[in-house]
């Protein structure tokens, strides 16, 4: 199964649709709040929330105001689970049609 069909079959499947607008949820969040707080710029922006959630941290930028270091320690503290909850659900979505397929396969040969 090819990784983007895979990708939107998974965004498809109405079980995970809240655990999709979660992830979503959280990412444009922080890109809103660090654009209009920070004054960054929108990719600059979206580009430190996933990488704060992707617990990276490359220390290329960091918020400068105190409302943006607050909003930052919340933010990491929620969105690294919801984040973590994203990838191991579509982890476990992969392995389910992977096991689907190969139970196909197996019994066409049969």
Known sequence: MYPLKLF???????????????????????????????????????????ITLATVGYGDFSP????GKIFT???VLTGIGIL???????Y?????KFEELKEKRKNKSK
């Open 73 to 75: 320690i919340f933010y």
């Open 84 to 90: 973590f909850g994203f990838i191991d659900t579509f």
């Open 92 to 96: 476990k979505h992969r392995i389910s």
């Open 64 to 67: 400068q105001t105190d409302f």
């Open 8 to 50: 939107f079959d998974f965004l498809r499947d109405k079980t995970y649709r809240g655990l999709v607008i979660s992830t979503f949820s959280v990412l444009v969040s922080g890109t809103l709040v660090y654009h209009f707080v920070e004054g960054w710029r929108w990719l600059d922006s979206v580009y430190f929330s996933v």
